[in-house]
């Protein structure tokens, strides 16, 4: 009668994506050390990490630049943000790849590339920069030069390997990144590098290997994030079928 309570639990994700992610954890573990991982703390969408309010001033801007980069252990000052429209971001898409290859900042600054529009909504905001930032650390910071799509998804994870994964799982649906060498912007789309689910997956694999099998920070996660999340850690804990070596924190 009660026999699905007891029943297998699937994994949310596909076989690839399953090790995709597992294996772009196993890559940051090598270069980031799996104690930043376990030790970092989880960023909330909540005035203890960010100001009670938000007028899209420059200040503000550059107060959320600051907190973000801070938070991925960054120097604030290395972080330049660029702002752009959507459609200048077409025109100039060839001139840009030039003027960026030719003129590569040799400081190790992080130039970030923002579509002005993003500036209306904050969360979208600390998403963007997280990304942004996640990205030029792995491909200037670690020298990280793989096939373009392969970067995307690790630098996404990397915002969840460093505590902002809540921010980028939320707002994965709202946005997607085109790219072009050195040049990047955001665009709308329902489409996003990481699939919700694979979102759920990868906080799933955050939270068990730091000792978090019902993490109290869950509940900011949209629905159906959180939903995959909570598979997934049911799944993790039946079958222990992860490629990750550091999946309990005991390990």
């Given at each position: 009668m009660f026999g699905w309570l007891f029943a297998p639990v699937s994994c949310p994700v596909t076989p690839e994506q399953r090790r995709t992610i597992e294996e772009g954890f196993s890559y940051l573990?090598?270069?980031?050390?799996?104690?930043r991982l376990r030790t970092t703390t989880?960023?909330?969408?909540?005035?203890?990490?960010?100001?009670?309010?938000?007028?899209?001033?420059?200040?503000?801007?550059?107060?959320l630049k600051c907190r973000v980069a801070r938070y991925m252990e960054v120097e604030p000052d290395r972080v330049v943000i660029?702002?752009?429209?959507?459609?200048?971001?077409?025109?100039?898409?060839?001139?840009?790849?030039?003027?960026?290859?030719?003129?590569?900042?040799?400081?190790?600054r992080i130039e970030v590339w923002i579509e002005k529009s993003v500036l209306d909504d904050p969360l979208l905001?600390?998403?963007?920069?997280?990304?942004?930032?996640?990205?030029?650390?792995l491909t200037d910071d670690f020298?990280?030069?793989?096939?373009?799509?392969?970067?995307?998804?690790?630098?996404?994870?990397?915002?969840?390997?460093?505590?902002l994964g809540i921010f980028t799982a939320n707002e994965s649906l709202k946005e997607g990144v085109e790219r072009t060498g050195h040049a990047s912007w955001w665009r709308m789309s329902r489409?996003?590098?990481?699939?919700?689910?694979?979102?759920?997956?990868?906080?799933?694999?955050?939270?068990?290997?730091?000792?978090?099998?019902?993490?109290?920070?869950?509940?900011?996660?949209?629905?159906?994030?959180?939903?995959?999340?909570?598979?997934?850690?049911?799944?993790?804990q039946q079958t222990s079928d992860c490629s990750f070596p550091h999946l309990y924190a005991t390990t």
């Open positions: 573990a090598g270069v980031q050390g799996i104690e989880t960023i909330l969408p909540t005035t203890e990490f960010f100001p009670a309010t938000y007028d899209r001033t420059t200040a503000e801007v550059e107060d660029h702002f752009y429209c959507r459609d200048d971001a077409i025109r100039s898409v060839d001139n840009w790849q030039a003027t960026l290859d030719e003129n590569r900042p040799l400081d190790r905001l600390v998403a963007s920069l997280a990304m942004e930032i996640a990205f030029v650390v020298q990280l030069r793989e096939e373009q799509g392969t970067i995307v998804v690790i630098a996404e994870l990397l915002t969840v390997y460093l505590g489409e996003s590098t990481l699939s919700l689910n694979a979102y759920g997956y990868a906080l799933a694999i955050y939270a068990l290997s730091r000792g978090e099998s019902r993490p109290r920070w869950a509940s900011h996660l949209r629905g159906d994030v959180i939903g995959a999340m909570r598979q997934s850690i049911r799944y993790l």
